[in-house]
């Protein structure tokens, strides 16, 4: 069972920029994708961005390409999710996700954090 912890979370105003970051503990760590999904008050979780455990391979959603960059932490262990161009449509509760296939499938992913709230305002 895979442990996260997610962080980084807060209010900033149209344009500005956060990072968030995930903290993973737990077993097969060596082979998991981490991942990151929104949910928006009345909506239903959706697809952020995700990356292998090796960092070879990175997927994004249509709505954050360009503004949105995934990375693994400075620890093997931890994924940044660093938001740029931030847009009052991204306020959301961010959750980390984890896939234990590392196949980046969206419905593959589980094992969520508590989330961590992203308020952009207009």
């Known amino acids: 069972q895979v442990q996260l912890v997610e962080s980084g979370g807060g209010l900033v105003q149209a344009g500005g920029s956060l990072r968030l970051s995930c903290a993973a503990s737990g077993r097969t760590l060596s082979t998991i994708a981490m991942g990151w999904f929104r949910q928006a008050p009345g909506k239903e979780r959706e697809f952020v961005a995700a990356?292998?455990?090796?960092?070879?391979?990175?997927e994004y959603a249509d709505s954050v390409k360009g503004r949105f960059t995934i990375s693994r932490g400075n620890v093997q262990n931890r994924v940044d999710l660093q938001m740029n161009s931030l847009k009052p449509e991204d306020t959301a509760v961010y959750y980390c996700?984890?896939?234990?296939?590392?196949?980046?499938?969206?419905?593959?992913?589980?094992?969520w954090g508590q989330g961590t709230q992203v308020t952009v305002s207009s």
């Open positions: 990356i292998t455990w090796s960092g070879d391979r990175k």
């Open positions: 996700g984890a896939d234990p296939t590392g196949t980046l499938y969206v419905g593959h992913f589980g094992s």
